[in-house]
């Protein structure tokens, strides 16, 4: 079992960068495959990005890619999300997450932190 505990979230102004990270507990970190999410008010949680055990496999979800890094490092037990080009659309709850494998699908995850808020404003 793992916990995981999200930071780094804020108000930023559009244009702007922010990084949060997710910091777990637990010997077995390096273990899991991680993932991020996000959910906005009135809408599902979608998929950000996902990362493999070993940090070597990384995938985004379209909306973000060439503007959000995945990285992890199992040394510290963390995983970050490096977002730049920060939209007012990229405003949202953020949550990691751990699981077996780095899909783009909250259901292959089977922990999951409280999440931080992310609000861009324009």
């Known amino acids: 079992q793992v916990q995981l505990v999200e930071s780094g979230g804020g108000l930023v102004q559009a244009g702007d960068s922010l990084r949060l990270s997710c910091a777990a507990s637990g010997r077995t970190f390096s273990s899991y495959a991680m993932g991020w999410f996000r959910q906005a008010p009135g809408k599902e949680r979608e998929s950000v990005a996902a990362?493999?055990?070993?940090?070597?496999?990384?995938y985004y979800a379209d909306s973000v890619k060439g503007r959000f890094t995945i990285s992890r490092d199992n040394a510290r037990n963390t995983m970050y999300l490096q977002m730049s080009s920060l939209k007012p659309e990229d405003t949202a709850v953020y949550y990691c997450?751990?699981?077996?494998?780095?899909?783009?699908?909250?259901?292959?995850?089977?922990?999951w932190g409280q999440g931080t808020q992310v609000t861009v404003s324009s």
């Open positions: 997450a751990a699981g077996r494998l780095p899909r783009m699908a909250p259901r292959a995850y089977d922990y």
């Open positions: 990362i493999s055990q070993s940090g070597g496999v990384t």
